[in-house]
């Protein structure tokens, strides 16, 4: 299979008609290998209109997938990122959005909750030389502290809210880019931190799959 011939028509049908004009997001999405972030049995799907399941549900524990291209690059661009960044990347799975935020970020913590996924996206963001991009494992709504405060806060799936834990991991003036909501009522969001206050808001719909721990906590009614 000629995978950049398939990655060139990805940007030009499925990225560009999305109304994705940022030209460091099309040159990121053209130069990052999106089949060497997927199962081997995976790889002639790699760049298919859809999502692309990188680990099957076990253990209790629900699938991952990597975002489709579309609503991926519209989030992208809509985080504005700069090479000044400082990037926290929530659920980073086997390192594709790590990869394309490292030709548009100065640096990327890319934070993952499954061992085998985060040794994934250490091989594979190795072999393509991503110097700038970290990654840990550890809880995703729990963000990681220690790197903190992020210019951009990038959460790479659907979440049901947005934890206060990750705000607050935020530097003044930050932003965290996140879809919030299950389905196709789920919709891309900026919040922005100023000072102790953070702002919300909307922009567009987008159905991505869910990351875990995101779940609001049921309230118990009588």
């Not at 594979?124 to 951009?152: F, M």
């Not at 930050?174 to 900026?190: D, M, P």
Request: proline share 4%; with cysteine; hydrophobic share 50%.
């Amino acid at each position: 299979m000629d995978f950049e011939a398939a990655r060139v028509k990805m940007v030009e049908n499925q990225i560009r008609t999305t109304d994705v004009t940022s030209h460091s997001v099309l040159n990121a999405f053209l130069s990052v290998p999106r089949e060497a972030f997927v199962p081997e049995k995976s790889k002639p799907l790699a760049y298919i209109d859809n999502d692309v399941q990188i680990a099957a549900a076990a253990d209790g524990r629900q699938p991952r997938y990597l975002m489709e291209a579309s609503p991926l690059a519209k989030l992208l661009q809509l985080a504005a990122i700069t090479k000044d960044d400082v990037v926290l990347e929530v659920g980073a799975g086997t390192g594709y959005t790590s990869a394309l935020l490292s030709q548009l970020a100065g640096a990327v913590v890319a934070l993952e909750c499954d061992d085998v996924l985060a040794a994934q996206a250490k091989e594979a963001l190795a072999r393509l030389n991503c110097a700038n991009v970290t990654v840990v494992t550890g809880n995703l709504a729990q963000g990681h502290a220690a790197a903190a405060p992020y210019d951009l806060i990038f959460i790479d799936g659907a979440v049901e809210e947005v934890p206060a834990t990750l705000l607050s991991q935020l530097r003044d003036g930050g932003r965290l880019v996140a879809v919030q909501g299950y389905g196709n009522a789920a919709c891309a969001k900026v919040f922005v931190r100023e000072r102790d206050t953070f702002s919300e808001n909307a922009f567009f719909n987008a159905s991505v799959k869910p990351l875990p721990g995101f779940a609001k906590a049921r309230e118990f009614v009588f």
